[in-house]
C-alpha cells in the first residue's frame, strides 16, 4: 500500500509549488491512473515516489517503508519506468537486461532465464542480441519495460509508458502490466491517453496545479458528472479547455 | 562483488562498441609520443650534427677576434658567415634570416692587449720587479670594449644563454692567455719558453647512477615516455567524464538511481575498466619505446629490470586520472563542460608536472604548485625509476599522494552525488 501525506514539490527558482499538499491512499494490487494536462505534477510526484526528487515536505511510506530508513529495501521493492528511454543505445536488449537485472541482485540462469522471458512475452527474442539503437519507439519502450519488471517489483511507478508507440506495442506494454498486476504488484502510472487510462485503471485521479480534483473509479466519474460520455468529457470538465504551454 | 563484476563488463561493452573512441585512446598517445620524441631528438641532433649559420662582424682584425673565430669555428656548431656591415647584419638577424650576429668592436685586440699590459706592469711594480732603465709610464685612459650580439626575437631563451656562455668562456679565456703571455714577456722570458701552463688545472666529469655496475645514461626515450605516457594516462578524464555525462543525459543514471545500488560500485567498475585502459595504454607505449624507437632511428627505452615498478608507478598514476575523471563527470551536467574542462586541466597539470618545463627552472610559486599536481607526483615516480635506479621504497611517498588523490576524488564524488540526489 501505498500512503502518502501532505506531499509537496517546490522546485528552486519556481514561484509555485508542483505537488502541493497532496494526500493519498493506494491499495495493494491496485492499477491507479495519475492523470492531468501537461505540468500538472504528475512526473514530479512519481519521481518523488521513486526517489528521484526529494519532496519539499510531507510524508509518503510505501508498504510501511519510507526512504530515509530502508533505502535498498525499498528500492528493491519498486519498479520504475521513466517516460525517457533509460537504455544503452550502443547496447543490446539482452545486455541492457542482463546489467540492469544484475543491479538488482539477479545472476546467472535465473537472470538469463527471466531476460529470455520477457523477451519472449514482449515479441522481442529475435532481436535479442541487436543494438537498441536500431530498434523503434515501441521496442525501445518495451525494453525499457522489461528492465523495471526483471526483478518482480511489488510497486511499479510508469511515467507515460505508451507515449509514441503503436497500437501493437501499446496492446503488448499494457497486457503484461495486467499481467504484472495480477501476479500482485500495485501500478501506478501517468498518461495522457485518457481512453487507455478508462480501460486499464481501476482508479484515478486528475491531478492539476499539483493538487488532486477528483480521484475514484473511472466509470463511477463519468457516470456522476453529467454529459459526460468517457474519462476526457470528465477531464476537461474539471481541468478546463484552456492550453497549458510552460516555459 | 557481482554487481561490480557487471558494471565493469557494461563499461567494457560500451568501450568495445565505441571503436573510434577506443582508437583514439590507444592510437593519439602513440602518435604523439613518437611525434614528441622524434622532434626533441632531432633537436638534439641539430646541436650536435647540425651547424647553425650565424654572422660576424669583425671590426677588430685582430688576435682576440681570430681567437673568437676559432672558439666557434671548433665548437661545430656553428657555421661562421663574414659579413662587413653591422646594419646589414643586425637587419637579417632582426629579419630572422639568421639566428644571430656577433659584432666585434674595432681594436679590441689592440685595447685587450694594452690594458693587461698596463695591469701587469702595475703588480710587477708593486713588487720591485719593474725594469730600472724604463720610466714608468702614465696610465692611459683604455675605454672598455662591447661585443654586440644580435638574436633572431624568435630564438629561444635557452639558446641565447648558451651562445652567452660560451662567448663569455671563449673571452675570459683569451684575457686568461694574454695576461701569462704578458707576464712572461714582462719577466724577461723568450716567447718560446713556457714558465706559465695555460692548460685548465681543474676539470669537471659526470658521474650518473649505476645499475648492475652499468651507467645509467638517460637518453630522449628515457625521458618522453614516461612523461608522456603520463600525459595519455590522464587524458583518460575526457572519456571517462564523457561516459559518466552521457549516463546522465541518455537517461540511464536516472534508472540506476534508482536500482539498490551503491553509486560507490557504478564508479567501482567504472574505476577498473579505465585503470586497465591505462595500463594498456601505457604497455603500448613501451612496445613502441622498445621495439619501434630503434626502427626509426630514435633511442631504444631501456625498461630491462624495471618494468614492475613501472607498472606499479602507471597503476597509481591510471587511479589518479580516474579519479579525476569520476569526480568531473560526477560534477559536470553536460559534455559541454566535462570535455573542453577536461582537456585544458589535463594540459595545465602537465605544465604544472612538469612534462614539458622541468619544475626546478620554473619560478618559485609555480615550484610550489606543481607539488599538488598529480603528474609531477607520476612523473617524479617515473624518473625515479627510470632514471635514478630507485627501488619500490624510493618511489612509495609519490604513489601514495597517487593513492590518496584517487581516495579523496572518489570519495568527493560519492559525497557530491550523495548530496545532490538525496531525498
Redesign the interface.
Given at each position: 500500500m501505498i500512503e502518502i501525506q501532505q506531499l509537496s514539490k517546490k522546485y528552486k527558482g519556481s514561484e509555485n509549488f508542483s505537488v502541493k499538499s497532496l494526500s493519498l491512499k493506494v491499495e495493494d494490487d491496485e492499477i491507479f491512473g495519475l492523470l492531468g494536462p501537461n505540468g500538472a505534477g504528475k512526473t514530479t510526484l512519481i519521481s518523488?515516489l521513486?526517489?528521484?526528487?526529494?519532496?519539499t515536505s510531507g510524508t509518503f511510506t510505501i508498504n510501511g517503508l519510507n526512504?530515509?530508513d530502508n533505502?535498498?529495501?525499498l528500492?528493491?521493492l519498486?519498479g520504475?519506468v521513466?517516460q525517457?528511454?533509460?537504455?544503452?543505445?550502443?547496447?543490446t536488449a539482452y545486455?541492457n537486461l542482463?546489467?540492469?537485472g544484475?543491479?538488482?541482485?539477479l545472476?546467472g540462469n535465473t537472470l538469463k532465464n527471466l531476460i529470455e522471458e520477457h523477451l519472449e512475452t514482449m515479441g522481442l527474442i529475435r532481436f535479442s542480441h541487436k543494438?537498441v539503437q536500431t530498434f523503434s519507439g515501441g521496442m525501445k519502450r518495451r525494453v525499457n519495460l522489461i528492465?523495471?519488471i526483471l526483478h518482480k517489483p511489488k510497486v511499479l511507478f510508469l511515467d507515460e509508458p505508451t507515449v509514441g508507440v503503436d497500437v501493437q506495442s501499446k496492446n503488448v506494454i499494457l497486457d503484461r502490466l495486467r499481467l504484472l498486476n495480477k501476479e500482485g504488484a500495485t501500478i501506478i502510472y501517468t498518461s495522457h491517453h485518457l481512453n487507455e487510462a478508462e480501460n486499464f485503471c481501476s482508479r484515478v485521479a486528475i491531478i492539476d496545479q499539483g493538487t488532486i480534483i477528483i480521484k475514484g473509479i473511472p466509470t463511477d466519474l463519468i457516470l456522476a458528472q453529467e454529459n459526460a460520455h468517457s474519462l476526457e468529457d470528465v477531464f476537461l470538465k474539471f481541468t478546463g479547455k484552456a492550453l497549458r504551454d510552460h516555459a | 562483488m557481482?554487481?561490480l563484476l557487471?558494471?565493469a563488463?557494461?563499461e567494457v561493452?560500451?568501450l568495445s562498441?565505441?571503436i573510434g573512441g577506443i582508437s583514439i585512446l590507444f592510437i593519439m598517445p602513440l602518435v604523439l609520443v613518437v611525434t614528441i620524441t622524434l622532434i626533441q631528438d632531432s633537436s638534439f641532433k641539430t646541436i650536435n650534427n647540425t651547424k647553425i649559420p650565424i654572422l660576424i662582424v669583425d671590426n677588430d682584425k685582430g688576435s682576440v677576434s681570430e681567437s673568437i673565430f676559432e672558439g666557434l669555428s671548433s665548437s661545430n656548431s656553428f657555421e661562421i658567415i663574414r659579413i662587413p656591415s653591422e646594419e646589414e647584419a643586425k637587419a637579417a638577424v632582426f629579419k630572422g634570416d639568421y639566428q644571430l650576429a656577433i659584432v666585434i668592436p674595432t681594436t679590441l685586440s689592440e685595447a685587450l692587449q694594452k690594458k693587461i699590459d698596463q695591469n701587469v706592469e702595475g703588480i710587477l711594480a708593486e713588487f720591485g720587479l719593474e725594469e730600472e732603465e724604463e720610466s714608468t709610464p702614465s696610465k692611459e685612459n683604455i675605454t672598455q670594449k662591447e661585443i654586440r650580439l644580435y638574436f633572431d626575437p624568435a630564438a629561444q631563451i635557452t639558446f641565447k644563454s648558451s651562445v652567452k656562455n660560451g662567448i663569455d668562456k671563449m673571452i675570459s679565456q683569451i684575457e686568461t692567455q694574454s695576461i701569462y703571455r704578458a707576464f712572461q714577456e714582462q719577466m724577461g722570458e723568450e716567447e718560446g719558453t713556457a714558465i706559465f701552463e695555460t692548460k685548465s688545472f681543474i676539470s669537471f666529469k659526470e658521474i650518473v647512477p649505476t645499475n648492475n655496475n652499468v651507467d645509467v645514461i638517460p637518453n630522449s626515450a628515457q625521458h618522453n615516455v614516461p612523461a608522456w605516457a603520463l600525459f595519455a594516462i590522464f587524458f583518460i578524464i575526457v572519456p571517462l567524464s564523457i561516459n559518466i555525462v552521457k549516463e546522465k543525459s541518455?537517461?540511464?543514471f536516472?534508472?540506476?538511481?534508482?536500482?539498490?545500488?551503491n553509486y560507490a560500485i557504478v564508479l567501482g567498475g567504472k574505476t577498473l575498466v579505465y585503470v586497465s585502459v591505462c595500463l594498456v595504454q601505457f604497455t603500448l607505449m613501451l612496445l613502441v619505446g622498445v621495439y619501434l624507437f630503434p626502427s626509426i632511428g630514435l633511442p631504444e627505452l631501456d625498461v630491462s629490470g624495471r618494468l614492475i615498478l613501472l607498472y606499479v608507478v602507471a597503476l597509481f598514476a591510471g587511479l589518479a586520472a580516474v579519479g579525476l575523471g569520476l569526480l568531473l563527470g560526477t560534477i559536470a551536467k553536460t559534455q559541454e563542460q566535462s570535455a573542453p574542462f577536461g582537456a585544458t586541466f589535463v594540459v595545465i597539470l602537465a605544465a604544472l608536472g612538469g612534462v614539458w618545463v622541468p619544475v626546478f627552472i620554473m619560478p618559485k610559486f609555480m615550484q610550489l604548485l606543481s607539488n599538488l599536481s598529480p603528474m609531477n607526483w607520476g612523473l617524479n615516480g617515473f624518473y625515479d625509476v627510470f632514471l635514478r635506479n630507485a627501488n619500490f621504497m624510493d618511489v612509495l611517498p609519490e604513489i601514495s599522494l597517487l593513492l590518496l588523490f584517487f581516495i579523496l576524488t572518489t570519495f568527493i564524488s560519492i559525497v557530491y552525488n550523495e548530496r545532490k540526489?538525496?531525498?
Open positions: 518523488m521513486s526517489s528521484l526528487l526529494k519532496p526512504f530515509q533505502k535498498n529495501e528500492k528493491q519498486i520504475i521513466p525517457e528511454y533509460a537504455l544503452y543505445p550502443t547496447m545486455e542482463f546489467y540492469f544484475s543491479m538488482y541482485g545472476h543494438k528492465a523495471s | 557481482r554487481k557487471a558494471s563488463y557494461k561493452v560500451l562498441r565505441d541518455q537517461g540511464t536516472v534508472r540506476l538511481r534508482t536500482n539498490p545500488v540526489n538525496a531525498v
